[in-house]
């Protein structure tokens, strides 16, 4: 947690670690919840502080549960702040990526304006595959806590993923057609919106975080609610999402080969963020830039349309989405 740690010479940041209630963002903040401890008895003061935000993506039914669990965290941590906030709040903020789900359907838009739940609904139903919904609802949640972190001037985003989780990301990404966006997406780093995103537990397994979390006193596991939003969750063979088959086969390879897990995840890890300018383009849904080549390559799926403003070496988007969003919302119903 060297990277976390910070200099006491400067003044305390203020750090967002989104918690989803399950292991590894569990693990993450009772370690850090010590390591502040620790400065505290030994100088008097902090060099962070700490805010913990709950992205609420659960159905209805179940928030009561969530509430639940979160006041048990509160209990066990209190001396951070805590806020929670439902997916559907993601329409608070100015984003485009419901014109772009719901292409021309306007006039049903605008019925469910000041409906979120009921806006998000229909966004979902509109995908045309679990691997869709899942996709749409991992980036809206992505989205949603990096402005909420820009709204509050939070300085850095602190995520729980382990080497296994980043191993699972590094070729599902790449299966959905975002391999050029994998700099921003498994390494610390700056964001295109401008936020830094720190991956703390990147050097360990889950099952090393699981045996962590069975250990300490009292143990978390009675922490942890393992639930899955009801866009996520797959019964049959059919439903079964890309990142669900690549958790799945990374859980049992790091059984008995944790370093080829590892060794995804370090290669993916010396790949460079292309450098961005003024001009780039940034995708309406997972807001990573857009390839300018990929209308060569990706063809019909390759949704990116642009036009200059008045002549100017500006650009104006009229639609814009990378080659991944495309291929997930093609043939959206």
Known sequence: MNKVRGAFKEAPRNLLLPVSLGLSSIAMLHILDEQLRNQSERSGRSSYNLHVLHVDQSPSIERADHQKALAFLKERFPSHTYSTVLLEDVFDYSIDFEKELLHARSAVAETFTNDKNARLHH???????????????????????????????????????????????????????RGGCLPWLTADGVLPQGLKLIYPMRDLLKKEISTYASITSPPLTTLILDSMSSYQTSVSAKATTIDSLMSQYFESVEQNYPSIVANVVRTSSKLLAPSLSSTTLLCNICKLPIEEDSRRWGGDQASCTVSSVDGDMALKKIKALCYGCARSIEDTR
């Open 123 to 177: 966004v979902m139903s509109s995908l045309p595959s679990e691997t869709s919904s899942a996709d749409v609802v991992n980036w809206l949640r992505l989205t949603l806590t990096i402005e909420i972190a820009k709204q509050r001037g939070y300085d850095s985003i602190l995520l729980g993923d382990s080497t296994t989780r980043l191993a699972e990301r590094t070729l599902s990404e790449t299966a959905k057609g």
